[in-house]
T-cell receptor
């Protein structure tokens, strides 16, 4: 069964303290892995798409990487405005299969 | 107006009521989706439409009835809902059905009394 598992479930960082979020997946024939950010009361906001192992994408303080079994979202020197839930998803047929997300809190 | 717009943002209804959720996308996309997001659970795909034709129905109870009159509008008609249907209902769109990424609206927060 296709599955997406994210860890940790919650993460608290001090401003400037870099860390990584993990997304492990089991899917036959990966057609794309996606990272979204979701703020409270809002819909998911698209961040990155990764298609093949070794691929990397960057946006401001965020960098996403992909291996054959997992993806990492690296957050460098985070700021309080980076606080959100980060969702990982893999494409399966027409749909995106999402993980439960990592809730990130960055304190000043 | 740009992006994906959902109305209403909040809805409280009794189990015997009938209501509808509306989604409109201004991105020129051909595919639209309904997802359900419950607390502590991953987003669950409910329905997929491509150019007004339903292409996937993910074993959703018949008390949820989707309608897609054109490629810009999507509705979810609700009737005789159960308390476990309380959730955030998200609409998304993409250029084509197998084209990603999907762009999401901000959802309708539904509470069933």
């Amino acid at each position: 069964e296709d599955q997406v598992t994210q860890s940790p479930e919650a993460l608290r960082l001090q401003e400037g303290e870099s860390s990584s979020l993990n997304c492990s997946y089991t899917v036959s024939g990966l057609r794309g892995l996606f990272w979204y950010r979701q703020d409270p009361g809002k819909g998911p906001e698209f961040l990155f798409t990764l298609y093949s192992a070794g691929e990397e994408k960057e946006k401001e303080r965020l960098k996403a990487t992909l291996t054959k079994k997992e993806s990492f979202l690296h957050i460098t020197a985070p700021k309080p405005e980076d606080s959100a839930t980060y969702l990982c998803a893999v494409q399966v047929g027409y749909a995106l299969n999402f993980g439960k997300g990592t809730s990130l809190l960055v304190t000043p | 107006e740009t992006g994906v717009t959902q109305t209403p943002r909040h809805l409280v209804m009794g189990m015997t009521n009938k209501k509808s959720l509306k989604c409109e996308q201004h991105l020129g996309h051909n595919a639209m989706y309904w997802y359900k997001q419950s607390a502590k659970k991953p987003l669950e795909l409910m329905f997929v439409y491509s150019l007004e034709e339903r292409v996937e129905n993910n074993s959703v109870p018949s008390r949820f009835s989707p309608e897609c009159p054109n490629s810009s509008h999507l509705f979810l008609h609700l009737h005789t809902l159960q308390p476990e249907d309380s959730a955030l209902y998200l609409c998304a769109s993409s250029q084509e059905v197998k084209d990603q990424p999907q762009h999401f609206g901000d959802g309708t927060r539904l509470s069933i009394l």
